[in-house]
């Protein structure tokens, strides 16, 4: 069975201003519909992760999943809302990805599920190379089982709030992608960064 694909756009994206990093666009399309395109055909049908008023997503015509904790519990909250919408609906893992990264590998989801076929409660996190050969980790893109959706209850309502934390006592795997010139993770915080994800596009024209 395919994951379910869960946007998580549940930030806060205060160095914007605030509002849906989402709705910003690149060449008048917007980050939403470019994450969308990379998920569609890999998974098991895509659900948004954000807060407040969901009918400010009704455009989009896919159904919106609230945190269930309380407060801005970050990243981990929405992998929660995911894991509990996919238990509801007989899908037993979730693909997460960020609403601010437009450029993610397209190979994305097949890679995190080959990495994980021998695990009995598969999980695994995206992560690049850089310099010296360093691992960056990208939390927000993994592949997450829905077996553990209440030990990661638990592990919020404690106060635990880092991804690695948690990840890290399950036997996660890293599933490293080629990052070449340009970081596929490259997520859009300031306008300047928007200005850069403007120039990529035309690079690849």
């Known amino acids: 069975?395919?994951?379910?694909?869960?946007?998580?756009?549940?930030?806060?994206?205060r160095r914007m201003?605030?509002?849906?990093?989402?709705?910003?666009?690149?060449?008048?399309?917007s980050l939403f519909h470019h994450v969308i395109e990379r998920l569609s055909g890999h998974v098991n049908g895509i659900v948004i992760n954000a807060n407040g008023d969901k009918t400010r997503f009704n455009d989009l015509s896919y159904e919106v999943v609230s945190d269930s904790i309380e407060g801005f519990a970050g990243p981990l909250a929405g992998v929660l809302a995911g894991l509990d919408h996919a238990a509801a609906n007989g899908v037993?893992?979730?693909?997460?990805?960020?609403a601010d990264t437009p450029f993610y590998p397209r190979d994305l989801v097949t890679r995190l599920r080959d990495a994980v076929e021998d695990m009995e409660?598969?999980?695994?996190?995206?992560?690049?190379?850089?310099?010296?050969?360093?691992?960056?980790?990208?939390?927000?893109?993994g592949l997450w089982p829905v077996a553990l959706r209440d030990d990661l209850r638990m592990h919020i309502q404690d106060g635990g709030r880092?991804?690695?934390?948690?990840?890290?006592?399950?036997?996660?795997?890293?599933?490293?992608?080629?990052?070449?010139?340009?970081?596929?993770?490259?997520?859009?915080?300031?306008?300047?960064?928007?200005?850069?994800?403007e120039q990529r596009v035309e690079q690849s024209r």
């Open 1 to 13: 069975m395919k994951p379910l694909g869960v946007i998580l756009a549940g930030g806060q994206a």
């Open 17 to 29: 201003g605030g509002g849906d990093k989402g709705r910003l666009e690149i060449s008048g399309i």
């Open 162 to 197: 880092k991804v690695l934390g948690w990840t890290d006592r399950h036997m996660c795997r890293d599933v490293v992608f080629e990052s070449g010139d340009f970081d596929p993770f490259f997520n859009i915080n300031t306008a300047e960064d928007l200005e850069k994800a």
């Open 92 to 98: 037993d893992t979730i693909v997460t990805v960020a």
């Open 121 to 141: 409660a598969p999980l695994a996190l995206a992560a690049t190379r850089g310099e010296g050969g360093k691992k960056w980790m990208h939390p927000t893109f």
